[in-house]
């Protein structure tokens, strides 16, 4: 019921185009969900996240969308760049400050010109 | 906003020596910090939950004698891995939450640690 999963494992997109990358969770307690960014040999990046009482929370060219009753939430980079190449994690956690984040496997995405 | 630092950022030790690596909040003050190991291309794997002025909270399987970690103010925390061996060899990284903004968890830059 911890689990977050994520799909999918890896994503080629051409640039200019549009990556999704979608995640799931059981447990109905968590509250805060987080997007990461991080490429090799560096730490995750901080780089969107949501709360579920809002449907789609949009910075720049990122997008959450969030369906509370499916209990999904998803990643839209649109116009999606070679420098967006780079594996993003999912992550959940409840409201509590000792509470660690929860992460996906992560998705390895490659934009190509 | 929002830094969290980490030194060394890669140390190579021999086997049986330890190594300490050491976890800032530059710009914000930290309740908790978390730690996490991170093996090529997989996901981020917790160890344990920091708490300034308590013990730390290890994960299951986590060897709490070989990995010490001490929250010794609200800005620093530090892990020291004891007794190293070959297969301790690993990227690990620190996180920290504002606790002045309570949901968000910033990540440090991350240790790669060799050790031969």
């Known amino acids: 019921q911890q689990q977050v999963k994520q799909s999918p494992q890896s994503l080629i997109v051409q640039k200019g185009g549009i990556s999704i990358i979608n995640c799931a969770y059981e447990?109905?307690?968590?509250?805060?969900f987080p997007w990461y960014q991080q490429f090799p040999g560096k730490g995750p990046a901080l780089l969107i996240a949501?709360?579920?009482?809002?449907s789609e929370k949009k910075e720049g060219r990122f997008t959450i969308s969030f369906n509370k009753s499916a209990k999904q939430f998803s990643l839209h980079i649109m116009d999606s760049q070679p420098g967006d190449s780079a594996t993003y994690f999912c992550?959940?956690?409840?409201?509590?400050?000792?509470?660690?984040?929860?992460f996906g496997k992560g998705t390895r995405l490659s934009v190509i010109a | 906003g929002a830094v969290v630092s980490q030194h060394p950022s890669w140390v190579i030790c021999k086997s049986g020596t330890s190594v300490k690596i050491e976890c800032r909040s530059l710009?914000?003050?930290?309740?908790?910090m978390f730690w996490y190991r991170q093996f090529p291309k997989q996901s981020l794997m917790l160890m344990a939950t920091?708490?300034?002025?308590?013990?730390?909270?290890?994960e299951q399987g986590v060897e709490k004698d070989k990995f010490l970690i001490n929250h010794a103010s609200l800005t620093l925390s530090t892990l020291t891995v004891t007794s190293a061996h070959p297969e301790d060899s690993s990227f690990y990284i620190c996180?920290?939450?504002?606790?002045?903004?309570?949901?968000?968890?910033?990540f440090g830059p991350g240790t790669r640690l060799t050790v031969t």
């Open positions: 996180s920290a939450r504002d606790q002045g903004v309570s949901y968000e968890q910033y």
């Open positions: 447990n109905t307690a968590f509250d805060y």
């Open positions: 710009d914000f003050q930290a309740t908790t």
């Open positions: 992550a959940a956690s409840t409201n509590s400050g000792n509470t660690p984040l929860v």
């Open positions: 949501i709360r579920p009482d809002v």
């Open positions: 920091s708490n300034e002025g308590s013990k730390a909270t290890y």
